[in-house]
Nanobody
Framework: QVQLVESGGGLVQPGGSLRLSCAAS????????MGWYRQAPGKQRELVAS???????NYADSVKGRFTISSDNAKNTVNLQMNSLKPEDTAVYYC??????????????WGQGTQVTVSS
């Protein structure tokens, strides 16, 4: 029911920057958090960064100081500014949006993913 559309992925050199964007639409329930996950070949999907309704943010240790997550006040868009990119940042990046269902359960919605490749 909720659709997430990502943009901004691509190929960059080490040390370069990319900005990922994601827009959510069609949600019947309140979105309480949005974030970015990534998955490299042969590895588990991992949290990169998230931002909640109260503005609190979480970052993976590997990206602290390099990546910045932000969202608009309506919580229907989320951005990820990625600076000082490293080859190990190469992965498919997925946008996520958590909505709150009756009874207090949270439903995680996923975008289709966008490829980020960091290589010389």
């Amino acid at each position: 029911q909720v659709q997430l559309v990502e943009s901004g992925g691509g190929l960059v050199q080490p040390g370069g920057s990319l900005r990922l964007s994601c827009a959510a639409s069609g949600s019947r329930f309140s979105i309480v958090a949005m974030g970015w996950y990534r998955q490299a070949p042969g590895k588990q999907r991992e949290l990169v960064a998230s931002i909640a309704t109260d503005g609190s943010k979480n970052y993976a240790d590997s990206v602290k100081g390099r990546f910045t997550i932000s969202s608009d006040n309506a919580k229907n868009t989320v951005n990820l500014q990625m600076n000082s990119l490293k080859p190990e940042d190469t992965a498919v990046y997925y946008c996520s949006a958590d909505d709150l269902r009756p009874g207090g359960s949270r439903w995680r919605n996923w975008g289709q993913g966008t490829q980020v490749t960091v290589s010389s």
